[in-house]
């Protein structure tokens, strides 16, 4: 199945978090993911980062450095992507301070809101704009465990990587 975006946030430089997130997507379009992506040490993730079959759009994490964008190969050093995707804008942002991209979003008409950064899993509706935090895909924070996100013709659900449990989903 086609026309999926799988949706990350946090990794850290944790290889099996982006191997478990891979695994829990199936065959997917492209990824989006929301910053916090290596760590000060090499883990492997920028190379799989680097060879995936498929796009992958980053935004900068506040533990995102210049020299994990040449590591990675990709650009992310920019704070806000944007993404059209099945006639939906989408802004992909790490969310630190989240008040300014929150009115960002609702300025501009974004479909969609893609963040991190509090490692806490949430899918809030405002206005017509949907803010989805995937939560950590390797350090989760609160009640649940480690965690991305699949968004697709259907809707939108976060899940645990370690089962695929469902722990939000947003329908069409």
């Known amino acids: 199945m086609k026309n999926r975006l799988g949706i990350i946030s946090d990794t850290h430089g944790h290889e099996e978090a982006w191997t478990d997130a891979l695994r829990q997507w199936g065959t997917i379009d492209g ?18 980062i680097r060879t995936a079959p498929f796009p992958v759009v980053i935004s900068r994490g506040n533990c995102d ?62 206005q017509k704009t949907i803010f989805l935090n995937p939560g950590s895909a390797s350090l989760p924070k609160g009640r649940d465990p480690a965690s991305a996100a699949l968004l697709d013709g259907r809707g939108i659900r976060i899940f645990t990587l370690e089962d695929g449990v469902t722990l939000h989903e947003e329908l069409w």
């Open 31 to 48: 990824v989006l993911h929301a910053g916090d992506v290596l760590s000060d040490v090499s883990t492997g993730l920028e190379e799989m």
């Open 65 to 126: 450095y210049p020299e994990h964008e040449s590591l990675i190969g990709r650009p992310i050093m920019a704070p806000y992507a944007t993404v059209w995707w099945n006639s939906l804008l989408i802004l992909v942002a790490h969310g630190a301070p989240f008040q300014p991209l929150r009115a960002l979003a609702l300025q501009c008409g974004a479909d969609l809101v893609v963040y991190g950064h509090t490692h806490v899993s949430s899918i809030v509706r405002e």
